[in-house]
């Protein structure tokens, strides 16, 4: 079992999933039609109804609410003081000396999404339970989600309880519970004789995910950790144990595990389910043409239309996986309207040297919820 070590069927997938990022790439003139079909916004059921109702666009048609720009808002942002941030997500207090940043809406080319109204959202969820279920990017968007809500009614009563794995905040008088279940993979992580493992195949953690009304999955940050910062010694797929392995392939395999997990554990009459999407980073300045450049420093988003990292392979990933869904999911697609926000990272203002890869609270987080809401309400 040598390192990267990969067996024929392992070659396969890296194929498949290449293959139509280099056909993406070949084409690069029919690239946005290729992203409207394959980014639309509502997954049907086996019996193909809509779980999630779509924009309409301003001619009357349907709208992707993930193409669109960054627009400058003077009303933004949408809270201010929140009680529920960690402090390496709040940039204003570790001292960023500017502020536009906060000031950016986005805006869908062909429709506007409703403005986030957390009364509304807090009555259609009475007596609910929402679940994040991901890394350190889920609770990212699950204090975004609190602090959103919060800023409605900030003298209603709350909770908050906090732990390694399970943390949830309770707004009590609404009944409303919006949990966080920390995973850095979805998949399970066990202790072997060999050492600690990542069970391509197990998603026991999954049990815990039953009984809710919503979940938000997230999985990708970790998977692309190596050497000492990753938390496995070996890679488990059936009987065989792997060194490690293509990182793409690995993340195939595992996020396929969920995605059965997702067709035989949900019920969508009970259970709505989202996935957030693949959270970019901005470490690499060339990825949007400057190349001595970090996300530090950065004081506005990119405008160009295209991005000219282009799609990260992640995404075609995870719609390779969304095709083998046979319950309804909706993809937050967040990876484009993303990428644009270089700006929108803590770099050295969340008492870290250089974070390019979580995001400011208020910040971006708060319009992935934005979206959301658009999606469930609109």
């Not at 999933?17 to 059921?45: G, Q, R, V, Y």
């Not at 905040?169 to 920390?182: A, D, K, V």
């Not at 009304?213 to 190596?226: G, V, Y």
Request: charged share 20%; net charge positive; proline share 6%.
């Amino acid at each position: 079992m040598g390192f990267l070590q990969f067996n024929a069927a392992a070659a396969a997938i890296l194929f498949s999933l290449l293959l139509p990022l280099l056909l993406l790439n070949l084409h690069s003139a029919k690239a946005d039609t290729f992203t409207n079909n394959i980014n639309a916004t509502t997954t049907t059921t086996e019996n193909g109804n809509d779980f999630f109702p779509e924009r309409k666009s301003l001619g009357g048609g349907k709208c992707n609410i993930f193409q669109g720009k960054w627009v400058y808002d003077a009303s933004y942002p949408l809270y201010s003081h929140c009680p529920f941030v960690d402090p390496e997500f709040d940039c204003q207090k570790y001292g960023r000396p500017d502020d536009i940043y906060l000031k950016y809406r986005w805006q869908p080319f062909s429709c506007s999404i409703p403005r986030f109204n957390g009364l509304y959202f807090l009555e259609k969820f009475r007596g609910k339970k929402i679940m994040f279920v991901g890394d350190s990017l889920s609770l990212n968007q699950w204090q975004s989600l609190a602090c959103m809500i919060h800023s409605w009614v900030p003298k209603t009563k709350y909770s908050v309880v906090r732990t390694a794995v399970l943390s949830s905040i309770t707004f009590q008088e609404f009944g409303l519970q919006i949990l966080l279940y920390r995973t850095t993979y979805l998949v399970d992580l066990v202790r072997e004789p060999a050492g600690t493992v990542l069970r391509l195949d197990s998603i026991k953690g999954g049990n815990a995910w039953r009984g809710m009304d919503m979940l938000i999955f997230n999985t990708w940050h970790w998977w692309t950790h190596t050497g000492r910062s990753q938390p496995f010694d070996y890679i488990r797929e059936g009987r065989k144990l792997y060194k490690d392995m293509n990182r793409l392939v690995a993340f195939y395999m595992g996020l396929t595990t969920w995605a059965r997990w997702v067709n035989f554990n949900v019920d969508p009459t009970k259970t709505k389910v989202f996935f957030q999407g693949i959270s970019p980073t901005h470490y690499e300045g060339r990825d949007w043409n400057e190349p001595s450049k970090s996300c530090s420093g950065q004081t506005k988003p990119y405008f160009g239309y295209k991005y000219p990292a282009g799609t990260p392979m992640p995404w075609v990933v995870l719609q390779k996986v969304f095709s083998r869904l046979r319950k309804p999911v909706y993809l937050l697609d967040i990876t484009r309207l993303s990428q644009y926000r270089k700006d929108a990272h803590p770099s050295e203002y969340g008492g870290h040297s250089d974070d390019c890869s979580h995001w400011c609270l208020p910040g971006l987080p708060d319009t992935w919820n934005q979206l959301m809401y658009a999606a469930l309400f609109s």
